[in-house]
């Protein structure tokens, strides 16, 4: 990490902080949906769009409640009492999901929406509230690179841990070790409060501002109210009640942030105005890129060839991180065209064949009968991400710095701005991988899905770091973690969008076109954030922020 001379002390503990808390985040979102879907071995045997629509509606709850949560810290907890409550909320609904009943299960999902209501907002208010002062300050994007790196460390390293642990035990000593690094977070944080201390400032009210009382008067309970209209509404407008109930109760928070912004005086409304475009266009990035949990599971899972090369075979299957899968016929679990398990009044459906993995494996790649191959777990695609935002965040860090040096480094808007055309390019990567792939008779090299994460992973360090460092570099003092909450609604959003997008899986029959449709809505969202760019950074420009 850099050294204390350009980033302070804090920074430290929140990186460790966060990368624990991580670590339980993404070992539960690695493993979700392969644990709705699993028919054999204990999960829950739901069909794919159901569990791609639990997904997506579990991943924007998370990023949703961060909006109450960062009022409550602003207004009347502060910081630090805010991610202590909200790390032992998260860390009881990982355990929770140990048990494995469907009453649990959505129980502990509550607790863990509701907790990172209270960490996630605030421990990046925290962050930026660290470089406040003017010794730290230049470094402030620098400082969430490194942040946000905390993070990525804890999403590679978890899903090897649930490999493991579900491999060797099952799938409720995977989620109860997201728990333990859930808590082992929180302990990290209280040990070094003392370097953050006095960055922990409760900002009072000014004239004018709404009480916490309105707050849910105005905004909380009419969402709830949209929410159960959308839920009871007949039919399904947008694919199933779930998305009704939430986008229903997006409307109101929708509504109190245009009354933020139309409300303010005329020094805070430029800059909110601009943070509001921000918000609009990142809802795009989230939706593309939380596919990886969806879509791009289900393309590792059944399109992908996932054979453990035998350098690494014996090592690998030592330690639980692969699948014996073995040519011989069997009674099995059924599959559709579409890899969807086969249910008969509400029964799981079963056959005599082979393994689901060698219904499309190349001939000249298929084992002799009766012999077995090894293939690597599914969520360990999941660290492809996080390994290529810890091997790129430091050269992407220096490229900036090699920049700034010469007067040349973009503005925080400009790298948002990159951030989406080089996530449309990931887009791409996965279209060559359907167009080069007959999937009905053959898998795809791994090397596509390792590309289109390297790809996304530049958008994604251009957009999310960013993103957060220009809320807390533009937001008035007073508003800061509300309108960070502003951002996690943004992301809450595009990550409800996500789970619809990936409900649409079927409906393609070319997978190519499934990746299109993700291309075309990420050039949309780039050539709006283009036509504002300018403006953005003059509101910036104006109010004296690099």
Request: net charge positive.
């Amino acid at each position: 990490m850099a050294s204390e001379a350009k980033h302070p002390a804090g920074l430290k503990i929140m990186f460790f902080t966060e990368m624990w808390e991580r670590f339980g985040f993404y070992l539960l979102l690695g493993i979700l949906q392969l644990y709705l879907t699993d028919a054999e071995n204990g999960g829950m045997a739901m069909e794919r769009k159901s569990a791609a629509d639990i997904y997506g509606t579990f991943i924007a709850l998370v990023y949703l409640t961060p909006f109450l949560g960062g009022l409550i810290a602003d207004r009347k907890w502060g910081y630090s009492k805010s991610i202590t409550i909200g790390g032992i909320l998260m860390g009881l609904g990982y355990l929770g999901l140990a048990i494995g009943t469907l009453p649990t299960f959505y129980a502990s999902l509550g607790l863990i929406i509701i907790g990172n209501g209270f960490f996630k907002p605030n421990i990046s208010t925290l962050v930026g509230n660290l470089y406040n002062n003017d010794k730290y300050r230049a470094n402030k994007d620098a400082g969430f690179n490194i942040f946000y790196m905390g993070i990525n460390i804890g999403a590679f390293i978890c899903n090897f841990f649930a490999a493991y642990l579900r491999n060797s035990i099952g799938w409720g000593a995977a989620f109860a070790s997201a728990g333990i690094g859930m808590f082992l977070g929180v302990i990290i944080f209280w040990i070094g409060r003392k370097t953050y201390v006095e960055a922990d400032v409760i900002k009072p009210a000014e004239e004018g501002d709404m009480s916490i009382m309105r707050v849910f008067s105005t905004v909380i309970l009419p969402a709830l109210v949209a929410g159960l209209i959308g839920w009871f509404v007949p039919g399904n407008i947008l694919g199933s009640d779930s998305t009704d109930a939430f986008l229903f109760a997006c409307l109101p928070v929708l509504y109190f942030f245009y009354s933020l912004y139309s409300s303010a005086n005329a020094t805070d409304k430029k800059p909110i105005g601009a943070l509001l475009a921000i918000f609009m266009v990142s809802i795009m990035f989230w939706a593309i890129f939380k596919q990886n949990g969806t879509a791009l599971t289900t393309w590792a899972q059944y399109y992908t060839d996932r054979e453990v090369p035998a350098a690494i075979e014996k090592p690998a299957e030592s330690v639980y991180l692969v699948q014996n899968v073995t040519n011989k016929t069997e009674e099995v679990v059924k599959y559709d065209a579409f890899f969807r398990v086969v249910k008969e009044n509400g029964e799981i459906v079963k056959e005599q064949g082979k393994d689901i993995y060698l219904r499309n494996l190349q001939q000249e790649k298929m084992p002799p009968e009766g012999e077995t191959i090894h293939v690597f777990n599914t969520e360990l695609f999941q660290s492809i991400n996080p390994f290529w935002v810890v091997l790129l965040t430091p050269v992407l860090v220096g490229f900036w710095g090699f920049l700034r040096s010469r007067k040349k480094e973009p503005s925080t808007p400009y790298k948002l701005l990159i951030g989406l055309l080089v996530t449309a390019l990931s887009c791409l990567v996965m279209v060559g991988a359907a167009y080069f792939t007959d999937t009905t008779i053959s898998k795809s090299s791994a090397w596509w899905l390792i590309s289109t994460y390297g790809v996304i992973t530049i958008g994604e360090l251009c957009l999310s770091p960013m993103g957060l460092s220009l809320v807390s570099k533009l937001s008035p003092p007073r508003l800061t973690a509300l309108l960070m909450g502003g951002w996690f609604l943004a992301t809450s959003i595009g990550n409800k969008l996500s789970g619809v997008l990936a409900g649409l899986w079927e409906v393609f029959d070319n997978k190519m076109n499934f990746f299109l449709m993700n291309f075309g809505l990420v050039m949309f969202a780039f050539v709006i954030l283009f036509i504002m760019v300018k403006r953005i950074s003059a509101v910036m420009k104006e109010r004296g922020i690099k």
